[in-house]
């Protein structure tokens, strides 16, 4: 390996360094970068729906000078490029504000319009009031944003199956120079757009699912660079997809149709181009294999024999295809004879039944999240041949996405078939299974187009001779979204568990929803949501589209009573945990992200849903929850779920079971009470403060053996959610505490918790500082932990923690992630505060880990947090983005053993004392308040936790 070496004179290096920055000062303009605009979390989106979007940017001080922030911003929005390049902000001129926020400024200009496009840009003046330049320009555009607006037709094709993927184009003149188009294209299920012959965008399965009887989500397309005078033609591939899905009871027969409306906007003229009986449509050389339920996801045939690459062409003729239908459900149930809903009860049998269509009452609205795209491409490692003459390809891991491969020396007719596992006793897991039909040239490519699989090993059937590794590819298949996170340490296995569980969650996170598995089931249960969009999403990934979707598919979903639904995509089910997503994740988003328009958007819905909690509750007689019958699948229900101790369906409504929804029904109290507060509806937060106050002493009465210290027989999840609840009284805490740290050091030692118990497991040991504990959980490798997974060769976590099992790709043990970020970097949000603008560097150097090197890329900037324990110092490198302060806790006996940047600490400029705080995972904090800039602290005589 070669070592770069820094060549460069460093005294040469340092003037040059003084001599801009005095340029600057004479010429009165600061050094601040601006850059990285958003609106609505995404960068240039285009069809949104917010007509008051939220604009934020980011500010880069390349010198790091210390405590640098912005005083002033001043935002231009423009109708034109040649309007903002001319610095008149036509649709909104702020001018000179004084304001620190840089994050979700709410545009407050002139009224927005559907199919408007904008273009903006800002400069700020930052610490010293010098201004800096103007940012990069960028741009936004409206949507169609009412029913008035759509001019087109739900269409299909008039002898379609819901099997088939098909074909529509439609032919158009244009006079002149294109000024702007857009194409708006809504579909129940998948769809790709293209124009004179090429694919626009390279996303891949979009829109994301929704709440169909509610919502369809349309896509915005910018078609000006594919447009010519003269002939051009829009076609569009569509299939069902998502929308095959009939697990929804109030809308158990989606329409396979689309909607699209192209703007188009010439010297000359001012074209709509919209979906109507005068598009031409055919079905295409693909098809879906399977029902697209649960346990037959299926795949996908390629007939190479019917491919025609010019479809989408100008010159290509198609008057012999026929032309579109307009949907009316009235002629499409004339045409039902029988049952034409199968709905998958196991894997032998199912249940037939009839199902009419509806006529479209849907809201059409712009697609928030990132559209899904080839997100990763995953290499094979080796291909063998079976004793049958088939092949197994090994992928190297397990994920979801798309397989491809090059295929030679066929002969026209004959069928190649793939079939996908996510592990090695099966040939296929869950009928995942594809197929390729040469045609005369005996080669092409198999590819997935409107589906995914999940799996790692591909056995291929009909092959003439071995495939070569070079002529096979998978790519992971997600939303775009950007990881904002890093994570390295001193243990390697630390390393590959946070790896891992990120591949983990990217593989169960499809069609805008983290569902269960990507081959089973698809399904949104609601209570891995709770603790992957706290430990995974959030911390990981740029999440605030995602977020914004997501919680509004929830409000979509829910029940007239007010119950939320605990499968967001299909039927309710009456588990508590899996249905606290409100309020529960609402209030981590707002948190984390520090936007007031979630709490506004879900605040009615949260209330609803808490006054049904409300009223199954025994409030009025100082009771905690009212529990249905063991055994049977009554609210509460279930507890914890996929534990080391095995799954029973007559836990529910058991004593633990209750417990664990008692103390969950606290803290969704406890969060409703924080939303109310926060949102300004006082009545309502002193109604939810009264009900958790009754709720936590009810709950401790229940449960608590105070001679013992435990809640019922102690195990972890039942002690560390009574403690993080509050249910647990001062005067009780330091008994239950040494009651867990006894249960995970010595009783049963072991990760002792599942899908459901995950979602504040983690949080208490995080947020209460107990990384030592969790730190020896996570070092294990013996069953059940996720060094045993490792062990057992997983790339994936399964359904269970014995490692065996039907599903090798799913989503219980997820929600993790905030360990290393939260936990062993200390990267969290300050005590009070939401948003990262002002934060906390708390690290957790426990165990023998010598190093942890954790970043977080925030909505103001990159947070740097590495440290290190070197010949007995403690060593902590912090980086705090410009605009942002931090409380900074070091490791120490004492603040006289502390230095910064080579001073003691109390001579270092920009930093503040604040005091000490006793840890018994670290021992003892220095804590300091600092703004923004690099710092690098030296311990030089660690606490006795940490030198012992």
């Known amino acids: 390996m070669k070592i770069r070496r820094n060549t460069s004179n460093p005294y040469i290096t340092f003037i040059s360094v003084i001599i801009i920055i005095l340029i600057c000062v004479a010429c009165g303009t600061s050094q601040i970068q601006v850059n990285d605009l958003k609106c609505e979390y995404k960068s240039e989106p285009l069809g949104i729906d917010n007509t008051s979007p939220r604009l934020s940017w980011k500010l880069v001080d390349p010198y790091q000078q210390r405590g640098q922030n912005q005083t002033d911003y001043h935002v231009l929005v423009a109708s034109s490029m040649d309007k903002l390049s001319s610095e008149e902000g036509d649709l909104w001129d702020t001018g000179k504000t004084e304001s620190q926020q840089s994050v979700n400024v709410i545009y407050d200009g002139k009224t927005l319009t559907s199919n408007q496009e904008c273009f903006w840009k800002v400069r700020v003046w930052d610490k010293d009031g010098k201004p800096s330049d103007w940012s990069e320009s960028s741009r936004f555009s409206i949507g169609l944003l009412t029913s008035d607006d759509w001019q087109g037709e739900w269409i299909l094709k008039d002898d379609q199956l ?40 390279d996303e891949v399965l979009n829109p994301a699912s929704s709440f169909m009887k509610k919502r369809i989500r349309y896509l915005t397309y910018d078609i000006k660079d594919f447009l010519q005078r003269g002939e051009n033609v829009i076609a569009v591939w569509h299939a069902g997809g998502w929308a095959r899905w009939s697990r929804v009871t109030e809308y158990m027969n989606p329409p396979f149709v689309f909607k699209a409306q192209a703007e188009i906007m010439t010297g000359e003229q001012k074209l709509t181009i919209v979906s109507d009986k005068s598009w031409k449509c055919k079905k295409s050389h693909s098809q879906y294999i399977g029902n697209w339920d649960i346990l037959d996801f299926g795949g996908e045939i390629i007939d190479d024999r019917l491919r025609e690459d010019d479809w989408n062409t100008v010159s ?120 390729y039909i040469y045609s005369a040239s005996g080669k092409g490519q198999f590819t997935n187009r409107f589906n995914v699989a999940g799996g790692r090993w591909v056995t291929v059937y009909g092959l003439g001779c071995k495939p070569d590794l070079k002529d096979i590819k998978g790519y992971v298949v997600t939303s775009n979204r950007k990881q904002i996170s890093s994570f390295e340490s001193s243990s390697e296995l630390l390393n590959r568990i946070y790896q891992v569980n990120l591949n983990t969650y990217l593989a169960n996170t499809m069609d805008g929803l983290l569902v269960d598995c990507p081959h089973r089931e698809r399904r949104g249960w609601g209570e891995v949501t709770v603790a992957a969009m706290y430990g995974d999403a959030l911390p990981n990934y740029e999440s605030g589209a995602y977020m914004e979707q997501y919680l509004q598919y929830m409000r979509d979903a829910q029940l007239r009573d007010g119950r939320t639904r605990a499968v967001l995509n299909e039927q309710d089910r009456p588990f508590l945990m899996w249905k606290a997503n409100s309020p529960i994740t609402i209030w981590e988003a707002y948190r984390t992200l520090g936007d007031p328009k979630i709490l506004k958007d879900n605040y009615a819905s949260m209330k609803k849903w808490m006054e049904w909690m409300h009223n199954s509750s025994q409030y009025e007689s100082q009771g905690a929850l009212k529990i249905g019958e063991r055994g049977k699948r009554e609210m509460p229900g279930l507890g914890d779920w996929c534990t080391p101790r095995g799954n029973f369906w007559d836990s529910s409504n058991s004593p633990d079971a209750a417990h664990f929804n008692n103390c969950v029904y606290a803290f969704m109290l406890e969060c409703a009470m924080n939303m109310a507060e926060a949102v300004g509806e006082y009545e309502d937060a002193t109604a939810y403060s009264d009900r ?24 972890q999840v039942d002690q560390a959610f009574a403690l993080l609840t509050g249910v647990t009284p001062e005067s009780e805490k330091e008994k239950v505490l040494s009651q867990l740290e006894n249960n995970v050091l010595y009783d049963f030692p072991y990760y002792d918790t599942g899908s459901s118990g995950q979602a504040l497991y983690t949080r208490y040991f995080i947020e209460h500082d107990r990384m030592d504990l969790i730190y020896e959980l996570l070092r294990d490798k013996s069953h059940p932990s996720y060094g045993y997974f490792l062990e057992q060769g997983k790339t994936t976590w399964p359904e269970r923690w014995s490692a065996i099992g039907n599903s090798q790709i799913h ?98 400029q920009g930093m503040i004392y604040v005091g000490t705080e006793q840890s018994k995972a670290v021992g003892n904090y220095i804590i300091y308040e600092v703004g923004s800039g690099q710092y690098d602290f030296v311990s030089t005589e660690l606490p006795e936790n940490l030198s012992s």
Request: glycine share 8%; aromatic share 12%.
């Open 316 to 435: 290509y003729d198609d008057s012999k295809w026929a032309n579109a239908t307009v949907y009316d459900h009235e002629v499409l149930n004339s045409r039902i004879t029988g049952d034409n809903v199968s709905l998958t009860l196991n894997s032998q049998k199912s249940r037939p039944m009839r199902k009419d269509y509806e006529p479209i009452t849907t809201t059409l609205s712009g697609q928030m999240v990132e559209p899904q795209v080839k997100y990763k491409e995953i290499s094979p490692i080796r291909v063998s041949m079976n004793s049958d003459s088939t092949y197994l390809i090994d992928m190297g891991e397990n994920y979801t996405g798309f397989f491809e491969m090059n295929l030679f020396n066929g002969i026209e007719g004959d069928t190649v078939t793939f079939e996908i596992a996510d592990r090695q006793e099966v040939t296929s897991s869950w009928k995942q299974r594809s197929q």
């Open 811 to 908: 989503t219980c043990y997820t929600g993790i992630g905030g360990y290393f970020l939260k936990g062993f970097g200390g990267i969290r949000l300050a005590e009070g505060q939401h948003g990262f603008q002002n934060f906390t560097l708390k690290p957790s150097p426990v165990g023998d880990l010598t190093y942890a090197n954790t970043t977080y890329e925030s909505l103001y900037g990159t947070i740097v947090s590495n440290w290190k324990i070197e010949n007995g110092e403690f060593h902590y490198h912090i980086e705090v983005p410009v605009n942002s302060t931090a409380k900074v806790f070091v490791p120490a006996k004492d603040r006289t053993l502390i230095s910064e940047g080579g001073l003691s600490a109390e001579q270092s």
């Open 692 to 715: 958790l106050e009754i709720q936590k002493k009810a709950t401790h009465q229940i449960s608590y053996n105070a001679a013992t210290g435990q809640y019922l027989d102690g195990k």
């Open 162 to 201: 819901k099997t088939d993927h098909n074909w529509y184009r439609k032919n158009f003149n244009l006079k002149g120079e294109v000024q702007s188009a857009f194409v708006y294209l809504a579909s129940f299920g998948y769809h790709e757009l293209y124009v004179n012959g090429q694919k626009v965008g």
